[in-house]
């Protein structure tokens, strides 16, 4: 995964590799949008204890993780949400959903016929506007989706 983040990022964090028909990539997903501080997220996802983190050297970002019983609350299908949080920002959410419950190609025509055709890469699905990326990929029958800001990472 970081090897293909590092080329996506490469690519497409320039302005003139933005989408073909110009949409722009929303920066909510389920209920968090980038820029949402810790605040703001824990009152979204309340916590019942202490949510796990640790840095990421190579991007300089702090991931938390956040499951069912580390939140008082996780709306389903939602299995597990990780946080990328950079300066006390949301800079990238990763969403993990049970198995089974939202079928990859599902979620990949949808979104297509909101962003158009993703740019495909060993597997993962892409879209970009030049400031938000958005990947959805499965691993394991699980279908995540990733949402991220291009300027931050």
């Known amino acids: 995964m970081g090897r293909a983040l590092f080329l996506f990022l490469s690519l497409f964090n320039s302005p ?3 989408l ?3 949409a ?13 501080g810790l605040e703001q997220i824990q009152i979204i996802y309340r916590p019942s204890r202490d949510w796990p983190s640790y840095m990421e050297p190579k991007w300089g970002v702090s991931r938390i993780r956040l499951e069912r019983s580390s939140v008082k609350a996780m709306p389903r299908p939602i299995e597990v949400l ?13 969403v993990m959903y ?3 419950a939202v079928p990859l190609g599902k979620l990949v025509d949808r979104l297509s016929s909101d962003y158009g055709p993703p740019r495909r890469e060993e597997g993962d699905y892409w879209w970009s506007d030049g400031q938000t990326a958005l990947r959805v990929f ?14 931050q990472m």
């Open 20 to 22: 073909s028909h110009e």
């Open 16 to 18: 003139a590799i933005a």
């Open 24 to 36: 722009v990539i929303s920066r909510t997903w389920d209920h968090l949008s980038l820029g949402d």
């Open 138 to 151: 499965a691993v394991k029958g699980r279908t995540s989706a990733e949402l991220m800001n291009v300027e």
């Open 82 to 94: 990780w946080l990328g949080m950079k300066k006390g920002r949301l800079v990238r959410l990763e």
């Open 98 to 100: 049970e198995e089974g």
